[in-house]
């Protein structure tokens, strides 16, 4: 005769350690002042390339420095390197994205001073990284036009995880035939009320209007945190 | 997570581990289905089932002033009234929400 077995509800989230240990990151950064912005994007999206222009075009006037995540190779914190910035990479192995406690581990080890702004570059992923929340007060998700519009509805839980869209290599729109109408209608419906940015890191279009946003959230984090 | 829960209860073996688990929660239904198994080997899961229950998108909609499912994943708009909104109650869910343990 085989048992009955007993029901037990635990109600236990598998994530709450990373969870947790993201929660108290975010404490530190705003404590410390610093706006702690993560990308996410497909691998080849132009994330490296639009980080590169972000800390070099910050640098003069703002403390910044930047922790990429890579499966492999160190390129792409050599090619960030290049702004100047401190710049830590973060090898995952085979792991596919970043999570909570690789960035803090990474944090503790490097005596980087203060800062105004910290930049996680996440691996090149659109799936799992939306799940790990790693501390940060800004996440944005890079499309690049060359990708198609429909990348939010293919993957609407990174879109849905992220604060704000960024549709980078603009400067390439009319030669792929971008529908930037259509992109942002697939992005409203994944998340309405999304803030969608338009760049170029090649040309510099919209970049302007990019740092400003960015200013603006840092000012936001500074006066939240002095109260 | 498991054994901790199997050590609190006398090391009860666990027959099955109930999962609840959200559409907008990033992980696949099928592949941890197809994982369980072999994750389980050599620890007291062993032997054990995986019952996962899918947790649908459930948005607070501002128009109705109550809760409603999202039309879907790629649109998230009340299904009676079609306001858009990003209000999400449910849908993240990653929990063991139960285990079933042998008496």
């Known amino acids: ?227 | 997570m498991a054994q901790e829960e199997s050590q609190l209860r006398g090391n009860a073996k666990i027959q099955a581990v109930h999962l609840r688990l959200g559409l907008l929660s990033g992980v696949v239904k099928e592949a941890l289905l197809s994982s369980y198994e072999m994750a389980c080997e050599t620890t007291v899961l062993e032997g054990s089932r995986l019952v996962i229950e899918e947790i649908p998108v459930e948005i607070f909609c501002p128009t109705c002033q109550t809760a409603r499912p999202a039309q879907s994943i790629q649109w998230f708009c009340c299904v009676e009234c079609g306001t858009a909104t990003c209000d999400i109650l449910h849908g993240k869910e990653l929990e063991v929400f139960a285990l079933e343990l042998e008496e």
């Not at chain 1, 132009?46 to 003069?60: D, H, I, N, S």
């Not at chain 1, 403390?63 to 390197?81: F, K, Q, W, Y």
């Not at chain 1, 509805?153 to 259509?182: C, G, Q």
């Not at chain 1, 090649?202 to 945190?225: D, N, P």
Request: proline letters at 4%; glycine letters at 6%.
């Open chain 1, 1 to 227: 005769m085989n048992p009955q077995p007993r029901m037990v509800e635990v109600r236990r989230n598998i994530l709450k350690q990373n969870d947790v240990l993201a929660a108290a990151l975010r404490e530190r950064f705003r404590a410390e002042g610093i706006l702690a912005v993560s990308l996410v994007s497909s691998p080849g999206s132009g994330k490296t390339a639009f980080l590169e222009e972000t800390l070099k075009l910050l640098r003069p006037n703002y403390r910044v420095a930047a922790l990429v995540g890579d499966l492999a190779t160190e390129n792409d914190a050599v090619r960030l390197a290049r702004s100047g910035a401190p710049v830590k990479q973060i090898t995952t192995g085979t792991l596919c994205h970043l999570e909570a406690n690789m960035i803090q581990k990474a944090l503790d080890d490097w005596d980087v001073g203060k800062l105004d702004f910290l930049f996680i570059e996440n691996v090149g992923n659109l799936v799992c990284p939306s799940s790990y929340d790693l501390g940060e007060d800004l996440r944005l998700v890079l499309l690049s036009v060359t990708e198609g519009e429909d990348k939010p509805l293919k993957y609407p839980t990174i879109f849905n995880s992220a604060d704000v869209a960024v549709i980078t290599k603009i400067d390439l729109a009319t030669a792929v035939e971008f529908d930037e109408a259509m992109a942002d209608r697939n992005i409203q419906a994944v998340r309405p009320g999304m803030e969608v940015l338009k760049l170029s890191a090649k040309t510099g279009e919209g970049m302007a209007a990019y740092l400003q946003f960015l200013k603006r959230r840092w000012t936001g984090t500074r006066t939240v945190s002095a109260v």
